[in-house]
């Protein structure tokens, strides 16, 4: 362990400072991911209450088939009170064939017909409607990581208001290097971000290329 990760209370802070490198600390086991929309309160660790059983097995069942399961709301009020259809997105493929579908839903218990081997296979399943355009997924999970609401939660709002597809959402490894940001389908992983940071980084990744001084790597690829 780290003296970042071991840091109580700051250990963003105390990376920055340090300069921790962030190459490579993508994880590589994650070759697609599936993101669930839901407001919230999220627990540090396991699933809300208030989860359909159904969904909540399918997402502790995820990571066995290589899939990384995300929470995710919009970065606004309205986000913390969904009350109509909600959006999941699922994504995946080789690097350089990458796809994303969005599926909108009235009940999520219709995560339960998603195929998580058919999804790890690395192709679209069909589960929802396929998307060209990149959504971005940055960390705001406090209960896990107060760095995370620190420094992810204005990232976040930031972004939303620029009228880019930003989404807050769960733990997604590395809290020491807040705020973290995932695009999606890339998978591909920046940290180290502020809001004077943020926006350059996430118009490059809706670009579909990678910002190098915030890089993290590309998850479902083993460092080279």
Same mark, same amino acid.
């Given at each position: 362990?780290?003296?970042?990760? +071991?840091?109580?209370?700051?250990?963003?802070?105390?990376?920055?400072?340090?300069?921790?490198?962030?190459?490579?600390?993508?994880?590589?086991?994650?070759?697609?991911?599936?993101?669930?929309?839901?407001?919230?309160?999220?627990?540090?660790?396991? /699933?809300?209450?208030?989860? @359909?059983?159904?969904?909540?097995?399918?997402?502790?069942?995820a990571p066995a088939y290589?899939?990384?399961?995300q929470l995710i709301r919009?970065?606004?009020?309205?986000?913390?009170?969904?009350? %109509?259809? *909600?959006?999941?997105? #699922? $994504?995946?493929?080789? #690097? %350089?064939?990458? /796809? =994303?579908? *969005?599926?909108?839903? $009235?009940?999520?218990?219709?995560?339960e017909k998603l195929d998580?081997?058919?999804?790890?296979? %690395?192709?679209? @399943? %069909?589960?929802?409607? @396929? =998307?060209?355009?990149? #959504? =971005?997924?940055?960390?705001?999970?406090?209960? !896990?990581?107060?760095?995370?609401?620190?420094?992810?939660?204005?990232?976040?709002?930031?972004?939303?208001? *620029?009228?880019?597809?930003?989404?807050?959402?769960?733990?997604?490894?590395?809290?020491?290097?807040?705020?973290?940001?995932?695009?999606?389908? &890339?998978?591909?992983?920046?940290?180290?971000? &502020?809001?004077?940071?943020?926006?350059?980084? $996430?118009?490059?990744?809706?670009?579909?290329?990678?910002? @190098?001084?915030?890089?993290?790597? !590309?998850?479902?690829? +083993?460092?080279?």
């Open positions: 362990m780290s003296v970042c990760e +071991s840091a109580p209370g700051g250990c963003a802070a105390l990376c920055r400072a340090a300069r921790e490198p962030l190459r490579d600390t993508a994880p590589p086991q994650a070759r697609a991911w599936l993101a669930v929309e839901h407001p919230g309160p999220w627990p540090a660790f396991g /699933w809300p209450s208030d989860l @359909p059983p159904g969904v909540a097995e399918v997402l502790t069942a290589a899939v990384r399961p919009r970065p606004d009020r309205e986000g913390r009170a969904v009350t %109509g259809e *909600r959006v999941v997105f #699922v $994504a995946g493929g080789p #690097v %350089g064939a990458r /796809w =994303l579908e *969005r599926r909108l839903t $009235a009940d999520l218990c219709d995560v998580l081997a058919a999804l790890a296979d %690395g192709g679209p @399943p %069909g589960f929802g409607a @396929p =998307l060209r355009e990149r #959504v =971005l997924l940055v960390c705001t999970h406090g209960k !896990r990581d107060v760095c995370c609401a620190r420094y992810g939660a204005p990232v976040a709002r930031d972004l939303a208001a *620029r009228g880019l597809p930003a989404w807050e959402t769960t733990h997604l490894g590395g809290d020491q290097f807040a705020a973290n940001m995932v695009c999606l389908p &890339d998978g591909t992983y920046h940290g180290r971000l &502020d809001r004077g940071s943020a926006a350059d980084v $996430a118009f490059a990744c809706l670009r579909g290329e990678v910002s @190098p001084a915030h890089y993290r790597g !590309r998850a479902g690829v +083993s460092p080279t």
